[in-house]
């Protein structure tokens, strides 16, 4: 989807304040907005369960509140929402911002792919937890149900996913209308409960927080853990910027999200100060008896708006990482024509769907995926400080100290969540761990054998003259023909173009050599898409340019040749391109032999160049060429 920023280049008419802000409650706080539905039980559970005294409940509500004052509202809507690529947010945009300003550091690439990696982690626990325990609600309204809880968990996620390829653009335009409700039901039972023990306002001081913090040693640290939870979802906060822009994600989160989280937190901790049981879920003690069934069904919907939210983070992130060149090419297929965000990636979404199911199964509560939930969001968020401390120096141009202390704040508490959550890696967080260590090792080795190649291909590159040179010698003829040879580097005269020559002797009058550059920057304007120079005796270098939010479209770029003038007929293209088959020469067991042949395996199952950039079969010539790496 489009960057409000450029709302207006893809539709005809600029949608309202009011209209995005509802559309961000749908996508942006899923997660973020179903936390409460676990996250002050595991606090308490943590803190030693039973009947904890009045010190505990204060000082857990209280490191609750601030975690979201000071990660969600002060880090994310403050800061990083101020820092945007393109109208672009997220650690992938971040860091493509601060590569393409700094002359791509090492460093940075690092931070930003290994951040990227980490929410793909906790990406497949999101969905498990949320919708876990919102249907364990079941088990108040009759024990009995207990044993229906995880098929009807697993019955919704499979259906969830199984829905992905048609699309949720229609269920989708109820996202916004049903988050808001939910937010004005959670924030009116807490309230219910605060007005019963008003008492519990007092933990808005932080004092109740770092007391309960540091008087209680170990079990203080331990306790983050479950504190962190409470906003596992902020990241959302700035990876979805693109999709609505800052004004409605800040109104929405100060106006009606944040209000309603605290008011809720409190309400739990007040029904605690009361005395309330911590053995089943605190969240649902809020509700009257009466309507208790009608909260389970919201709670449930709720929590797959959020799971749906993750899914669609991950096929939008993964869509990135290949126009970045950190993934090799997948079927990208558009949902719907009304937005550009409602895209499916069918390999992404049956992976997470049986790492998700594995979860569930395997775990079998949202207690005990409590256990293995946080780690790597909470590294994801420290890498995105990281790169905001950077951000700060080198952008805003702060000086050291003032970007170190601003900086120094976020990173103490996301390091100290960080080390707590690190406490949880033999009970489950090595999952996710796990996950992002190999989802980033594949972008580092997708990426270094892409270069591989590119080095290989221009070894064997040559110049324009004396290619011309060679075909008048030759005597080649010329047939009154358009050919399109297509190369993701520029180069003078592909390789493909000279064995065409080669093998067959003849060369079509216009001949246009369109390199796909991918930018480090989400969009490109539509005048800077295509660039084509002539070279002489029919040849053009062209140069098709796509930022990493866009799905490369050659057809539909080369009927702008034909809209300007040039004489092209698009019916009568015929586009050549490389089949490379990569093999790796003979070598011992090393390492790196071993990364080559990972990266063989990746190439050989990429998806096809014709596919990916929606190519007519009927008119592409593939040209096989064998690579030794």
Wanted: charged letters at 15%; glycine letters at 8%; hydrophobic letters at 50%.
């Amino acid at each position: 989807m489009p960057s409000t920023r450029n709302i207006e280049k893809h539709n005809d008419s600029n949608p309202t304040l009011r209209a995005l802000s509802l559309s961000a409650l749908g996508i942006v706080y899923g997660d973020i907005g179903t936390s409460p539905l676990y996250t002050f039980k595991t606090v308490i559970l943590l803190a030693g369960g039973g009947t904890p005294d009045v010190t505990t409940i204060m000082g857990s509500a209280s490191l609750i509140i601030w975690t979201l004052i000071i990660i969600a509202s002060v880090k994310y809507i403050c800061f990083a929402l101020r820092i945007d690529n393109d109208g672009e947010g997220g650690i992938l945009a971040l860091m493509s911002l601060l590569s393409l300003k700094l002359k791509q550091k090492p460093f940075i690439i690092a931070v930003g792919l290994m951040g990227a990696a980490l929410i793909y982690g906790d990406g497949t626990i999101t969905p498990a937890i949320s919708v876990l325990s919102a249907v364990e609600g079941l088990e108040i309204l009759s024990p009995s149900l207990k044993y229906y809880v995880l098929p009807i968990a697993i019955t919704i996620l499979i259906t969830l996913f199984a829905i992905q390829s048609k699309g949720t653009t229609t269920i989708g335009k109820a996202f916004g209308p049903v988050m808001a409700f939910w937010f004005l039901t959670i924030g009116i039972l807490g309230a219910r409960g605060v007005i019963q023990h008003p008492f519990v306002l007092a933990a808005i001081n932080p004092v109740y927080g770092l007391n309960f913090l540091f008087s209680n040693g170990a079990t203080g640290f331990f306790i983050l853990c479950g504190v962190f939870l409470c906003a596992t979802g902020a990241e959302a906060l700035y990876a979805d910027l693109g999709h609505f822009g800052t004004a409605p994600i800040r109104c929405t989160w100060f106006g009606l999200a944040f209000p309603s989280l605290i008011f809720n937190y409190l309400g739990q901790a007040a029904l605690v100060l009361e005395g309330a049981s911590t053995e089943h879920n605190i969240f649902y003690m809020l509700c009257p008896s009466d309507f208790l069934l009608p909260l389970i069904i919201l709670s449930t919907v709720a929590t797959i708006i959020a799971s749906q939210a993750i899914i669609t983070g991950a096929f939008s992130m993964t869509r990135q990482a290949m126009q970045l060149g950190w993934l090799p090419r997948l079927r990208v297929t558009q949902t719907s024509s009304e937005g550009y965000g409602q895209i499916y990636i069918g390999v992404v979404n049956w992976l997470l769907m049986l790492a998700t199911l594995g979860l569930i199964i395997g775990f079998g509560s949202s207690e005990k995926l409590a256990a293995a939930y946080g780690i790597a969001v909470s590294a994801t968020m420290l890498c995105t400080t990281v790169l905001l401390f950077i951000a700060l120096h080198k952008l805003w141009k702060w000086n050291i100290i003032t970007s170190g202390l601003v900086a120094g704040l976020f990173m103490i508490v996301d390091a100290s969540f960080f080390a707590a959550n690190l406490t949880k890696f033999i009970n489950g967080g090595y999952i996710p761990i796990t996950l992002a260590i190999i989802i980033y090792s594949m972008m580092y080795i997708w990426h270094k054998g892409y270069k591989t190649i590119a080095i290989k291909q221009k070894e064997k590159n040559i110049t324009v003259d004396s290619f011309l040179d060679s075909i008048q010698k030759e005597g080649v003829v010329r047939v009154s023909k358009t050919a399109v040879f297509l190369t993701s580097k520029e180069q003078d005269i592909p390789p493909t173009l000279v064995w065409h020559v080669k093998k067959n002797h003849v060369l079509q009058d216009k001949v246009i050599i369109l390199n796909i550059n991918n930018l480090s920057i989400p969009w490109c304007k539509p005048g800077d898409q295509l660039q084509i120079v002539e070279t002489g005796a029919g040849i053009w270098h062209a140069v098709a340019n796509y930022g990493f939010m866009e799905q490369p479209h050659i057809p539909k770029l080369l009927k702008k040749l034909e809209a300007q003038g040039y004489d092209i007929n698009i019916k009568d293209i015929t586009y050549y391109i490389g089949h490379e088959t990569i093999f790796v020469r003979n070598a011992r067991h090393t390492l790196s032999k071993y990364i080559k042949i990972l990266f063989v395996f990746m190439h050989r199952n990429a998806l096809p160049m014709s596919n990916y950039f929606h190519l007519p079969p009927e008119s592409v010539f593939e040209i096989g060429r064998q690579i030794e790496i």
